[in-house]
């Protein structure tokens, strides 16, 4: 989603009680709302009528408390990014050529990793 994940938030109840906007993110609470679905659908499958039901009763809690609300606000977001005329696959360079560029060489993983490579290059040269 890139730059199109962030939305404001504006139904929630913290948001009477900031002075800041809250955002959230589109991605985040989808992945909330598919583990709910999916705890559901594995318990479910089970085909044990308790487990269903138990599972069942759960998921309408969790929908009831957590994750409704979620949904009507995520939906909302993803429909402005969906139809609002900006093309999303087109990848923006999110390099900053002003960026300095770390000196990874004296990192203990970077040593390992040359000499892993030193070490197999004689090998290959032996063969």
Known sequence: MGP??????????????SVEPLT??????????????????????TAVTEIMNEAL???VESFEEFWGQKLVNVLRAFHEVAFN????????????PTEDRRNTED????KMQKNWQDDHEEDRNHI
Do not use: C, H, P
């Open 85 to 96: 005329g900006e093309n999303i696959d087109e990848e923006e360079d999110e390099t900053d």
């Open 57 to 59: 009763i759960e998921l």
């Open 24 to 45: 959230a993110t589109i991605s985040e609470n989808l992945a909330d709302i598919y583990q709910d679905v999916k705890d559901f659908l594995m318990s479910y499958r």
């Open 4 to 17: 199109y994940n962030d939305y404001l938030e504006v139904f929630t109840a913290d948001m009477q009680n």
């Open 107 to 110: 990192w203990l993983i970077s």
